[in-house]
């Protein structure tokens, strides 16, 4: 089956304390972005990569970290996470590496609690 | 700079009823897509539609259809006869080539579709 998968898909953690959320998608896709969803603000970018080692900053990439050392996989880090990191993250591919102008594919979200 | 409103946070329709979701968005780009997910209570996100600036021919699909006017910058989604399997929040979202590969979406629309 044709899916993004995020681990884990909830989290609750400390200020300052690294982690890290997967983001693995068995499509082949070359597009791949990462996302955080608040209240009144919708979905906001965070970063995207179009390809294997290349990865852009998004709209709010402050505090967060990727790399995209293989294809299928796109990890989110957050170094020293800190409570207005919290929300409902998704992580997203695309078939196409101009990815933001096509239709994406969206993983199932994981919401992160940071106390 | 691009700008995606969706003026209405919140819509209660009664089933049956047909409803419109507005969406304006801004550009300075001449070539731009256009995208209406949809997030149902269960949290993912559903690819609905995808536009592309040169393409102003309305769309429909089943229940649903979307009406694009470059001239009021507009990019509505419209559901007849709803059902209450349209309850959801709907996002529009846009790209395009000043924002390089990134892609902003609206605030959403929280559609509730009463029996």
């Known amino acids: 089956e044709a899916q993004v998968t995020q681990n884990p898909r909830y989290l609750i953690t400390v200020t300052g304390k690294k982690l890290t959320v997967t983001c693995s998608q068995n499509m082949n896709h070359e597009y791949m972005s990462w996302y955080r969803q608040d209240p009144g603000l919708g979905l906001r970018q965070i970063y995207y990569?179009?390809?294997?080692?290349?990865?852009d900053k998004g709209d709010v990439p402050e505090g967060y970290k990727v790399s995209r050392k293989e294809k299928r996989n796109f990890p989110l880090i957050l170094e020293s996470p800190s409570p207005n990191q919290t929300s409902l993250y998704f992580c997203a591919s695309s078939a196409q590496t101009s990815g933001a102008s096509y239709e994406q594919y969206f993983g199932p979200g994981t919401r992160l609690t940071v106390t | 700079a691009q700008k995606v409103t969706q003026a209405q946070t919140e819509i209660s329709v009664v089933e049956k009823e047909d409803v419109t979701l507005d969406c304006v968005y801004e550009?300075?780009?001449?070539?731009?897509?256009l995208f209406w997910y949809k997030q149902p209570p269960s949290g993912e996100l559903v690819f609905l539609i995808r536009?592309?600036?040169?393409?102003?021919q309305n769309e429909i699909s089943g229940r649903y259809s979307w009406n694009f006017q470059k001239s009021t910058s507009s990019f509505n989604f419209t559901i007849t006869a709803s059902q209450v399997v349209d309850s959801a929040v709907y996002f529009c979202?846009?790209?395009?080539?000043?924002?390089?590969?990134?892609?902003?979406f609206g605030k959403g629309t929280r559609l509730h579709i009463l029996p």
């Open positions: 550009t300075r780009d001449t070539t731009y897509y």
């Open positions: 990569s179009m390809n294997v080692e290349v990865t």
């Open positions: 979202a846009l790209s395009g080539k000043s924002r390089d590969d990134k892609i902003i």
């Open positions: 536009r592309n600036s040169f393409d102003e």
